[in-house]
């Protein structure tokens, strides 16, 4: 089945630094999107891309379909404490009907004060 | 305030006892979800359902059951037949298919 290769597994950055991470397939999506989760929470949509190539920002995220239409980034920028979380991609190709979204296995941050 | 509300927080299961979660939705939405998260694991399908009354198999769906006989409501059967039910469980909907997915705040399922 399709599956999404999320990296990097885990960070530990210092507040106010900037963090990248990124999520590779070897199919092609239609879709791509990143949700945040809270310990002990669900995850929340942060952001929803849709075309090759689009570069879409919400505050101090910054996400990018890639071109090949088998990859995405997730940039944030000055991070602050309240950005702890895991951080998952998600992909999706409508096939058949298909209902499912393809999820990563997320990149767990961690952000010192 | 619209949302989607999972209960119990915590469950506790014992050997041989099938066990139900509850999922409700004041969203209006017609599709919902029912995703299993293990421990530095990414989210898996276990089922769905696009309307009343029909629901689908997700990738994972041997030991679990489902209803659809309410759109408010997609209740989560874990049967004894899941010989390994411990797992954070999330409820899903959507009003355009899986794209853009709102998530309850989970469900804690621990064996005894």
């Known amino acids: 089945g399709q599956q999404l290769n999320q990296s990097p597994q885990s960070m530990f950055i210092q507040e106010g630094e900037d963090v990248s991470m990124n999520c590779t397939s070897s199919s092609i999506f239609n879709t791509w999107l990143w949700y945040k989760q809270d310990p002990g929470e669900g995850p929340v949509l942060l952001i929803a891309?849709?075309?090759?190539?689009e570069l879409t920002s919400n505050g101090r995220l910054t996400a990018q379909f890639g071109i090949t239409r088998k990859d995405s980034f997730l940039n944030i920028s000055a991070s602050i404490p309240s950005d702890v979380g895991i951080y998952f991609c998600a992909g999706h190709t409508p096939r058949g009907g298909s209902e499912k979204l393809v999820f990563g296995k997320g990149t767990k941050l961690t952000v010192n004060p | 305030d619209g949302g989607i509300t999972q209960s119990p927080k915590y469950l506790f299961r014992k050997e041989g006892q099938n066990v139900t979660l509850s999922c409700e939705q004041n969203?209006?939405?017609?599709?919902m979800y029912w995703y299993r998260q293990d421990p530095g694991q990414g989210l898996r399908l276990i089922y769905y359902s696009q309307i009343v009354n029909d629901f689908q198999k997700g990738d994972i769906a041997e030991g679990y059951s489902v209803s659809r006989e309410k759109k408010e409501s997609f209740p989560l059967t874990v049967t004894s037949a899941q010989k390994n039910p411990t797992a954070f469980y999330l409820c899903?909907?959507?009003?355009?298919?899986?794209?853009?997915?709102?998530f309850g705040s989970g469900t804690q399922l621990s064996v005894l």
């Open positions: 891309l849709y075309k090759a190539g």
């Open positions: 969203l209006n939405h017609d599709a």
């Open positions: 899903a909907s959507s009003s355009s298919g899986p794209e853009k997915l709102f």
